[in-house]
Structures are given as structure tokens and as C-alpha cells.
């Protein structure tokens, strides 16, 4: 039997605009993909508890979330990494030595102090009113879904994120952690500042995705990643094609084997069929 191909697919800035916004083209694609017998797969940096609602009911065969952290195949738990204690520690530490605003994921949750609650909601008001002029569909909705930080398992901590006034936050990092940690840029759109994401060394996408198939029995040339954040570059290095939305940075489309349109321009629909899914 010809093994299925199968498709991973980022949420932010791929499925779902950084918004609540998701093409109706993009939920045909994947239901098509799907009745068709390929495999979808979401690939998120989110908490598999943070994912919204209505990407949740378009369907899908299997996530890798917390940015390759963990990883199921339908309810199948295929990995579960969570970072030691003494880890989460250190980064906390870090933060509160750099004043730098941050939250931690669990897989179930994602966790904040009211500071950092009120920094966030304070943040996605200000973009909202910036991005007026472009549109509702343009800026993030809603509010954050956070817990408390004082009410989190340390010991079921997977991933970092963190948000500063300061432009060089995601290098000082990158400088201070990268010998334990995986840093990258995070897409969260602040008006001014930067934000990152922080795992474990080797806990990247790219390595969930490489357990997943080997789990099903699929060879990576089968597989296409579609995503348009710097978490996603190694889902791009590890499936056969990787593809990055027309709304990335140049710097990750220079890295992907392929572009394809953007997020609210089909750009999931148009990479679907060049691929023969749909």
C-alpha cells in the first residue's frame, strides 16, 4: 500500500491570521486534503490547550504543539518533553534579572503573572487601535487565555515566551541561554519591542515531526511544512518540501523550498494543490 502523504501545517500566520481570521479556502483545503487520504497535521509553537476553537473544529489527524515539545497521532501521545526543573528555573531567573515580561506553557495551559496579564492585554489594545485603519480582520481579537503563574507545575513546563521594550531581547538571549536553549524570534506583533520563543535545545518542530513520521511509517519526502515564523525553519529542514507563507520575512522564505500566497490570500488552498492534495 502507497503510504499517505501528509502535510504540517503551522497555526498563526498560516491557518488562522493573528486574529480570529481564517480563509474559507484554507478549511476546504484541509477537509479536501483529508476526505482525500492525505494527512494534516497542525504544528504550532501554542499549547495544545491555547489553540482556538475554530481552527480546532476544521479536523485534523494529529498535532505537534509548544513548538515540537509534544506531539500527538490522533489521541496517541507520540512525544512529551517537558523541560527539567532546574531549567525553567534558570529561565526564570533570566527574565527577572532582564525585567523582560514572560509567560510559561504547559500543554494544557499557558501561564502569566497579572503584570504580565495586564502587559498583554495593554499590547494587543494598542495594536488594535494601530491597525484600525487596516482593517478589523488585520489585528489581534479577543483576550489572551492565561492562568496564573503562581498556580502552574513547574515539572510539566514546556516552552517559554517572552515580550520586552527592548530590541536586542531575542540576541541577549540567544547569548545568555543558547547553550541549553533553543531561542528564536517569536510572531507575536508588537507595536514596538521584541518578543521570542524558548525551548529545549533539539525540541524544535523539526524533531516532533521526524518522531510523528517515523511513528506512522512515512518517509519525510512525503511530507510538506507550511509555516511563516522562525519556528518553523526546522519543519522546513526535517519535511520533503517546505513551503512559507507569502507573509513571512524574506530572511525564513529564503530559507523554504517554496512560497506560496499569504495567509487571507489562499496561500494553504494554492500550496495544497500545486501538491496534488486537493
Known amino acids: 500500500m502507497t503510504p499517505p502523504r501528509i502535510a504540517f501545517l503551522d497555526v498563526d500566520g498560516t491557518i488562522l491570521d493573528h486574529g480570529t481570521t481564517i480563509a474559507p479556502s484554507t478549511v476546504t483545503a484541509i477537509r479536501t486534503a483529508r476526505e482525500r487520504g492525505a494527512l494534516v497535521y497542525l504544528s504550532t509553537g501554542?499549547?495544545?490547550?491555547?489553540?482556538?476553537?475554530?481552527?480546532?473544529?476544521?479536523?485534523?489527524?494529529?498535532?505537534?504543539?509548544?513548538?515540537?515539545?509534544y506531539a500527538v497521532a490522533g489521541d496517541e501521545e507520540v512525544v512529551?518533553?517537558?523541560?527539567?526543573?532546574?531549567?525553567?528555573?534558570?529561565?526564570?531567573?533570566f527574565f527577572r534579572s532582564h525585567d523582560i515580561h514572560y509567560f510559561l506553557q504547559t500543554d494544557e495551559a499557558v501561564y502569566a503573572s497579572a503584570e504580565v496579564q495586564a502587559a498583554v492585554v495593554a499590547m494587543l489594545s494598542s495594536l488594535r487601535a494601530q491597525l484600525a485603519a487596516d482593517g478589523p480582520q488585520t489585528a489581534p481579537q479577543g483576550r489572551p487565555r492565561f492562568r496564573?503563574?503562581?498556580t502552574v507545575d513547574r515539572a510539566r513546563v514546556a516552552k517559554a515566551v517572552f515580550l520586552s521594550d527592548s530590541t536586542d531581547a531575542v540576541s541577549r538571549a540567544q547569548s545568555e541561554l543558547g547553550d541549553r536553549f533553543h531561542v528564536v524570534p517569536g510572531s507575536i506583533p508588537l507595536p514596538g519591542?521584541?518578543?521570542?520563543?524558548?525551548?529545549?535545545?533539539?525540541?524544535?518542530?523539526?524533531?516532533?515531526?521526524?518522531?510523528?513520521?517515523d511513528h506512522l511509517g512515512i518517509d519525510?519526502?512525503?511530507?510538506?511544512g507550511i509555516?511563516?515564523?522562525?519556528?518553523?525553519?526546522?519543519?522546513?529542514q526535517v519535511c520533503g518540501t517546505?513551503?512559507?507563507?507569502?507573509?513571512?520575512?524574506?530572511?525564513?522564505?529564503?530559507?523554504?523550498?517554496e512560497v506560496t500566497t499569504a495567509v487571507l490570500d489562499d496561500g494553504v488552498h494554492n500550496a495544497f494543490a500545486r501538491h496534488g492534495l486537493i
Open 80 to 93: 512529551a518533553e517537558p523541560m527539567p526543573a532546574d531549567a525553567v528555573d534558570r529561565l526564570e531567573r
Open 46 to 69: 501554542r499549547s495544545a490547550g491555547d489553540i482556538h476553537p475554530a481552527v480546532r473544529e476544521i479536523g485534523f489527524d494529529g498535532a505537534i504543539t509548544n513548538g515540537g515539545a
Open 148 to 150: 496564573d503563574l503562581a
Open 242 to 257: 517546505g513551503i512559507a507563507m507569502g507573509n513571512a520575512a524574506q530572511e525564513l522564505k529564503d530559507l523554504a523550498d
Open 220 to 224: 519525510a519526502a512525503d511530507a510538506i
Open 193 to 213: 519591542g521584541t518578543n521570542g520563543e524558548i525551548g529545549m535545545q533539539g525540541v524544535t518542530k523539526g524533531s516532533a515531526i521526524t518522531a510523528v513520521l
Open 227 to 236: 509555516g511563516d515564523s522562525w519556528n518553523d525553519v526546522e519543519m522546513f
